[in-house]
């Protein structure tokens, strides 16, 4: 398995590209599914979800074509796929393959709107919490469809079609929000999406749907009207930018000081991810390509941060900015409120030297002089980006072992930060 060293202590200067979105990604494959035409998406980044999906659809029938390279690309352009689910071949999605990636679990939704059926395995837990699927089960019910679970699969019925519904979420979902957007694209009537999530990788797949000939309005916004159509198209599509992988590199640069140009990072994307890098003490400047990031020689401030959905500051930033706040002047506080149990960082960054205290939902983190390199361990996606940015401020070498997690969601991390001047390097084996 890789590993990833890193020796602590320098500032970060340069460029940073920022890639498309994983979490627009990822459903806008899935969304595929609803045409028998060609969807063609572009920056698409090389991540390893993403290549994990392709096999997932692969196993439906879908074919998914790499585009060559074009004159003037450089390493860090996205690809472009062509996405073809002409034939679909098989409605079962097995449980070997969902429970690798829990989003693989939305193609319940296309699949059942298009054929009539989905065999869907449910997918688990994972290791941040339980992670359910019943908001998604009630969305495809008010929309028509027949619900059974049996042997771990849910079994999604609608053989005379879906039909137009009202759908109230109690809670505030990504994955429902785009599962009920996509069944109700090819329903037979108007569906109404209430309390719908607001994240931008919501309007960023129902730009595309609209593109391919649905009818979404209020994609934004927590009311979303879909009027069904009988068929969609094949269309062409650019992935939003990341808005977590550029705050992810702001929180870098918050860290180990310096000056850094965010390309094509999108700033009223992440507004509040970028009001509290203010508050910590970064200046932050939006500017023609993308956003840029410095914090010159004086010291982190504390903060006291509450994640909550878009607009809120997002939980998939939480344990980056818990990293940055092990170094600041003072005692900070970190409330997590989307899901339990999403503190596994806090034990390995305790192992650089960090003071954190739990309590419920509750981090309090007081910060300390100076954090010392020493191995640690990824547990997750979110929780490893925040041990490689703790260890660009700890002195000494920090060992980040079983990196596979950031290949799931950071496109060529270490090359991105070694431009900058970090002394960064992947250990192969
Ligand atoms: C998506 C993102 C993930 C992000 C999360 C919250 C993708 C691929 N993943 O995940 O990176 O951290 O949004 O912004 O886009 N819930 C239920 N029942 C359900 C579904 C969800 O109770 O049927 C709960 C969850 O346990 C959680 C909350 O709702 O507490 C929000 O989850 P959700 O927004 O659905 O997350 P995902 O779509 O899985």
Known sequence: MDR????????????????????????????????DQTLVLENVPRLADVALLQRILGNHGVDVMVGGKRAGETQYDGQ????????????????????????SFWVIAPLVARTGEARISMPGGCA???????????????????????????????????????????????????????????????????NAAR?????????????????????????????????LFGARHRVVSDRIEAGTYAMAVAMAGGDVVLENAQPELLKAGLDVLVQAGAEITPTNAGIRVTRNGSGLA???????????????????????MTRARGTSRITETIFENRFMHVQELARLGARIQLEGETATIEGVERLKGAPVMATDLRASVSLVIAALA?????????????????????????????????ING
């Open 4 to 35: 990833i060293r890193i020796s602590g202590g320098r500032k970060l200067n340069g460029s940073i590209p920022i890639s498309g979105a994983k979490n627009a990604t990822l459903p806008l494959m899935i969304a595929s599914l609803l045409t």
């Open 80 to 103: 472009t796929l062509h996405i073809s689910a002409a034939h679909i071949i098989d409605t079962t999605a097995p449980y070997e393959l969902v429970s690798r990636m829990r989003a």
């Open 128 to 194: 941040i919490g339980t992670r359910p699927v019943d908001l998604l089960i009630m969305a495809l019910e008010r929309l028509g469809a027949e619900i059974e679970i049996e042997g771990g699969y849910v079994i999604a019925r609608a053989r005379n079609g879906l039909r137009g519904g009202k759908v109230v979420f109690p809670k505030v979902t990504v994955g429902g929000t785009h599962t009920a957007v996509m069944a109700a694209s090819l329903a037979k009537g108007t569906s109404v999406i209430e």
């Open 199 to 231: 994240e931008p990788e919501i309007k960023d797949v129902a730009d595309c749907l609209n593109k391919m000939g649905a009818k979404i309005s209020g994609a934004g916004t927590s009311r979303i009207v879909i009027e069904g159509v009988a068929r």
């Open 302 to 324: 504390p903060v006291e941060v509450t994640t909550a959905p878009f607009p809120g500051f997002p939980t998939d930033l939480q344990a980056q900015l818990m990293a940055l």
């Open 394 to 426: 700890a002195e000494g070498e920090t060992m980040v072992n079983r990196v596979y997690h950031l290949d799931r969601g950071f496109e060529r991390l270490e090359d991105k930060l070694s431009a900058c001047g970090a002394a960064i390097e992947r």
